[in-house]
Structures are given as C-alpha cells and as structure tokens.
C-alpha cells in the first residue's frame, strides 16, 4: 500500500507499507492410533494442526506461597517458593501430559513501512520493520537465572517468605538448577523496529553552481536506533545460531549493531 500524503512545491509526505503472514501447518504424520487415524508425534515435538517447530512444555503459573505448601507437595513434590505449573488435565498431579504447545517462531504477521519527507532541500526517510506473535526462548532467563548462589544471575524479582508474588523462584543453594526451569524462558518476541533513518540537505544549485559541481548532499543515516519489544531484555530480532533447531536468544547472542553514518557526497 503506497499513499502519497502531501504534495506541494516545498513538502512532500509519502508512505509505503506492506504486511505478509504464512502459515505453517502439519496435516499428517507417519504415526497412526489403532483405528489408523494421525496422530502427535511427542517425541519429535510433531503436532498436526501446528507448525513444524514449537515449543511444548509445562505452563509456569508462578511461585508457588506458603499458603499453598500442601499443594505444592501433592501436585508436584515440590515446597513453597518453587514454580508452580498449570495442571492441564486437572487431575491433581503434574505429569508429562500437562505439558502443552507454548509457541511457535512463526509470526502472525509481519512487514515493513517506509515513510519519505522532503521539505525544501531538507529530506527525511525512515524504515520500520515489525514481526508480531512469535515466541521467543530466552536462555538468558533460563542458563544465566539458575538462583544457585555460585553463579551469577539475571537480577530478577525472586521469591521470599516477604515476597510471595515474586515471578521468579526462590534462590536455592542445594539445587545447581531451579526445577522446571525452561519454563522461564517464554516470551512474546513481538517487535518494532527502526531498521533505517536518514536525513539529507542538498544544497542549493547558486552553491554548487559557484563550486562549479552538479550536485553536493550532506548526510547522515542509521541502522538499529529504536526498538519496542515485549520482550525487554535486548533486541529479540537476533537468533543464537549456535543453538538447535529453535531459535534462542542467550549469552551467545550478540544483539544487532547500531550504526551511525555520516556522508558529504558532491557530483562532478
Ligand atoms: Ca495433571
């Protein structure tokens, strides 16, 4: 969609956006129930009706309080102060079948607009770029958040006997790795981003024309200056490429550059 929405001898305003989805779906799969129908592929993370890569764990709730110790006990073996999941199947106890789809790295929706200012010999353009719905997997929130005193750790709001709506668990010095601990790694990757801004001057032709040149420009463009993201820790646009087949973000992450350009450009 292109919309041009100001045009006048000094100023113009122009705006070009677009916006692309796919779907991926699995429609079939090898494994077959008695009576010969399709059916998940759990070992392999393969669910008909869902895309080909998603994440498929228990929900985290929150922290289990010490109002809720017996729960805790009886559901999961666990005491206040630890995560507590969702009981999917609602019978009591946390088992492998309450685990269910978290997300996907498909987007619901993603593109870009572009937006070109010109007023007198000034001109200003910019590119946003958004993707939106995706998950993401943050290792951050889960290999640097191990609440074991050895390491370092992500500050985080973690439980207490005092603070018992914390969103993360309680620091245990006997446990290397906090129980179910990928379950902190979740979060909504949707983004917006400025790709590129630049902003020229082109100087008048009574100037270039005494410098005896066609043409002279001062500019200076950027690459990555702004980003908004649910997910606040960095740009979550960086994938771990180090990682399996799921995209992560973690402490081999390197974030996007941002990159300031200045340029003087004269045509002979
Ligand atoms: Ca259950």
Redesign the pocket.
């Known amino acids: 969609m292109s919309a041009a929405l100001v045009e006048t001898n000094n100023f113009s305003w122009s705006i070009d956006w677009n916006i692309a989805g796919y779907k991926e779906e699995i429609v079939e799969l090898a494994l077959k129930d008695e009576n010969g129908n399709a059916i998940d592929d759990v070992g392999n993370r393969w669910f008909i009706g869902q895309p080909i890569r998603v994440w498929y764990d228990y929900e985290n709730i929150g922290i289990y309080g010490t109002a809720e110790a017996d729960l805790a006990q009886s559901a999961e073996a666990k005491v206040p102060g630890e995560i507590k999941l969702r ?9 492998g ?2 685990r269910k789809i978290i997300g996907t790295d498909v987007p619901d929706y993603y593109g870009g607009l572009t937006t070109n200012f010109a007023y007198k010999n000034f001109d200003l353009s910019a590119f946003f770029y958004y993707r939106v719905g995706q998950t993401v997997y943050s290792n951050f929130h889960v290999g640097n958040n191990s609440l074991f005193f050895r390491y370092n750790n992500l500050n985080v709001d973690y439980w207490t006997i005092d603070n018992q709506d914390a969103q993360y668990p309680r620091p245990n010095q006997n446990q290397e790795f906090t129980r179910n601990n990928t379950t902190m790694g979740y979060f909504d990757g949707s983004y917006v981003k400025l790709r590129n801004v630049s902003l020229g001057y082109n100087f008048p032709e009574a100037l270039t024309d005494k410098l005896g040149i066609n043409g002279l420009r001062l500019y200076v463009s950027g690459q990555n200056l702004w980003f908004a993201a649910k997910y606040d820790t960095f740009d979550p646009e960086v994938d771990d490429p180090d990682t399996e087949d799921l995209p992560s973000l973690g402490s081999g992450t390197t974030p996007s550059t941002k990159l300031i350009l200045f340029g003087l450009r004269a045509q002979f």
């Open positions: 009981d999917q199947n609602g019978d009591g106890i946390i088992t079948d309450d």
